[in-house]
Nanobody, 121 residues
């Protein structure tokens, strides 16, 4: 009933930039927070950046100063501007939403399918 769709991944050279987008759709009542996670092969999925419903943001130390999470121009969308990319940023990036649906009392997590980001020369 909820779908999160990521876009914008691809191949970029070290030092380059990419912008990821995530669009949430469905019978959404309220989104408390949306986040970007990433997972490299053989590694644990890690939180990269979060933006809350009151526009507070936080970042993993590894991306502070290089990544910016923001709300998109369309409702229920977020962006992740990724600058000064490093090979260690290579991962599948997943969109995450903490939200409630119409007709429910609870908050539930939802995940996108992920988009591949590869930083390589």
């Amino acid at each position: 009933q909820v779908q999160l769709v990521e876009s914008g991944g691809g191949l970029v050279q070290p030092g380059g930039s990419l912008r990821l987008s995530c669009a949430a759709s469905g019978t959404i009542l309220h989104i408390y927070a949306m986040s970007w996670y990433r997972q490299a092969p053989g590694k644990q999925r890690e939180l990269v950046a979060t933006i809350t419903d009151d526009d507070k943001t936080n970042y993993a130390d590894s991306v502070k100063g290089r990544y910016t999470i923001s709300r998109g121009s369309a409702k229920n969308t977020i962006n992740l501007q990724m600058n000064s990319l490093k090979p260690e940023d290579t991962a599948v990036y997943y969109c995450y939403a903490d939200l409630s649906l119409i007709f429910t009392n609870r908050r539930d997590p939802y995940w996108g399918q992920g988009t591949q980001v590869t930083v390589s020369s």
